[in-house]
């Protein structure tokens, strides 16, 4: 890989409002390896880049994705099959990269099969890590059988009564099935184990206000990820349900989206991370229905959506840690920039960068190797027309005001010349 050098660049690192300028700073080898006011040795072959009138800033990071959710119905998802969810992941992670997303957490169905792709160059795209199969209770967010299907119990299959999975959930019930399912997904590569601690939308016999798992279930989990250096994601729609996966020791909350005042103190104080994900509510509350959300979805899509921007105002107010987070699915993943146009009613460019980058890379326990400029980090890079920090709309254009894009030291997009 040819040396790269950015020059003159005024840089945004991740965390500060106050962006030194006219800085030299030198990837190699897939790093940032030096970054210098003054002049910095460089190979002979290396490519020199005036960065002058831009901003510097780090790739930035969408934290709940779904690779392979081609359908806003589930039961579609499944019938079209693994090439067809296979060909939307491509689509879909070479326009989050484009987007200038450099990394992304897929939260729920993201395998092994499909990091492999990418980290082989199969595929162009983010920088990806996955939580593997959600895991469920029975008759929780990750069941999506009708209200009408028999239960698993009357399988005729001897085997019937083991683990039932989607693409996306594997129901596990007590301590052992969960310890073991966790198990399962962390022996395949899972970077965190994602659990369903609420009811939601996209499923059809749960109330979104259900809490789900017992505390005994939900240490077990976090107990096993601890162990492994991980960590636990939740969803959680209500706020009973965040603080319950908090105290029992949730690092990642997906949603939140009814949080009160007091949930999003105690979250604050627990040093726990939200990803709201309004990008998807309104998404769906405006082409659900035309893109065949069934019914009963959506219904409790626009019942969250109503509360969704209080919710983050609380969680602003709180001094929560929040994340960048979409949860797009099927043909809405185009909207992925328009979480920043959506949350910029609430929190200020600068908090936005910040929920881009290295708060979602601090959540992922990948602080100083992601989202941000720093030397010794990777160099997954933006250089952005404008100010970010203080136009955030720049961000929020699909792309169309990054001139470069640099993920892992290679260049993926090029408008410098
Ligand atoms: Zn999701």
Known sequence: MTQLLLKKARIFDGWHADCAENMQVLVADGRIQEISQ???KIA??????DASGLTLMPGMIDAHVHAFASDVAVARVEALGEAYRAAYATRMLNHALQCGFTTVRDVGGG?????????DGLIAGPRYFYAGRILSMTGGHGDMRQLEERPRYYSACACGDGPLANSFSVLADGVDEC??????????????IKIMGSGGVLS???????????????????NECTERRSYVAAHCHPASAVRRCVEYGVRSIEHGTLIDDDTAEFVARHGAFIVPTMAVCFALVETGRKLGLPSESQ?????IAREAISGLDRM??????????TDLLGSTHVQQCREFTIRREVFSPLELLRQATSTPAEMMLMQGQIGC???GAHADLLLVEGDPLKDISVLAADGQFLRLIVRGGEVVKDRMS
């Open 316 to 325: 602003r107010r709180a001094g929560v840690d929040v994340c960048y987070g």
């Open 179 to 192: 310890i073991k399912s966790a198990r399962e997904e962390l022996r395949q590569g899972a970077h965190c």
């Open 373 to 375: 400029v720093a030397p």
């Open 111 to 119: 395998n092994y099969s499909l990091y492999r792709a990418l980290a």
């Open 38 to 40: 003054g002049p910095i």
């Open 299 to 303: 219904e409790k899509v626009e019942q």
């Open 44 to 49: 002979d072959d290396a490519r020199v880049i």
């Open 204 to 222: 059809p016999t749960d109330p979104i206000w259900m809490n789900q798992y017992r505390e005994d279930e939900i240490r077990a989990i976090v």
